[in-house]
């Protein structure tokens, strides 16, 4: 069965520094892969994906992501965090027309 | 900018009784889900339309959920009898039309079940 490994369930940063939230997935066949955003009792938000072509992902809010065949991995990271990324981030596969979601990472921003 | 609409948001019940929760998707988007997001696990899909048919239905607890989608337009999840694991959060979510597109979430509903 497929599956998706977030590898962090929480992690705590300070405000300005950088952050590397990690993703791995089970899959031998084509997939595309998402990052989304949630927020306190809001559904979720697209951060980016990737789908095709350029392994590197640029998304919303300064993130982005690199897709990785080998390693089967789809990091998500940006340079300098704000108080305002506080929030939980999923990663998410979609294969064979099924979509798998991650446990997801909270991520926690010192001030 | 449009959104997928979900109501209630918030949902206290007793075991034993019966809910329902609505949706209604982005308008022209031909594919919805419903999910179900126990605190602290990543969401995992309910059931999955496509238009006004059921396309994955294979994680819903048959028993006592149904879902419905009859003009291909709103939807209804409904759980009969609830029972205290049901409480999560549902989220519904509804995309254009094929599955490696963008699906564009509500705000979902919580429902607690005493």
């Known amino acids: 069965a497929q599956s998706v490994t977030q590898l962090d369930s929480h992690v705590s940063v300070s405000e300005g520094t950088p952050v590397l939230l990690r993703c791995n997935y089970s899959?031998?066949?084509?997939?595309?892969l998402f990052w989304y955003v949630q927020y306190p009792n809001q559904g979720l938000q697209l951060l980016l994906k990737?789908?095709?072509?350029?392994?590197l992902v640029k998304g919303i809010n300064g993130f982005e992501a690199e897709f990785n065949k080998s390693q089967t991995s789809f990091h998500l990271r940006k340079p300098s965090v704000h108080i305002s990324d506080t929030a939980e981030y999923f990663c998410?596969?979609?294969?064979?027309?099924?979509?798998?979601f991650g446990k997801g990472t909270r991520l926690h921003i010192l001030p | 900018e449009a959104e997928v609409a979900q109501s209630p948001r918030y949902k206290i019940t007793e075991k034993s009784q019966a809910v329902a929760f609505w949706c209604d998707p982005i308008?022209?988007?031909?594919?919805l889900y419903w999910y179900r997001q126990i605190l602290g696990q990543g969401p995992e899909l309910l059931v999955q339309f496509q238009d006004e048919s059921v396309v994955d239905d294979s994680q819903l607890p048959k028993d006592r959920f149904s879902a419905e989608r009859l003009k291909g337009v709103d939807s209804t999840l409904k759980i009969q009898p609830a029972e205290l694991g049901d409480s999560a959060m549902y989220l519904c979510?509804?995309?254009?039309?094929?599955?490696?597109?963008?699906?564009?979430f509500g705000p979902g509903t919580r429902l607690l079940v005493l």
């Open positions: 998410a596969v979609i294969t064979d027309d099924k979509i798998i």
């Open positions: 308008s022209g988007h031909a594919t």
């Open positions: 979510a509804s995309s254009p039309f094929q599955a490696q597109e963008t699906q564009y």
């Open positions: 990737y789908l095709s072509g350029s392994t």
């Open positions: 899959s031998s066949v084509s997939v595309y």
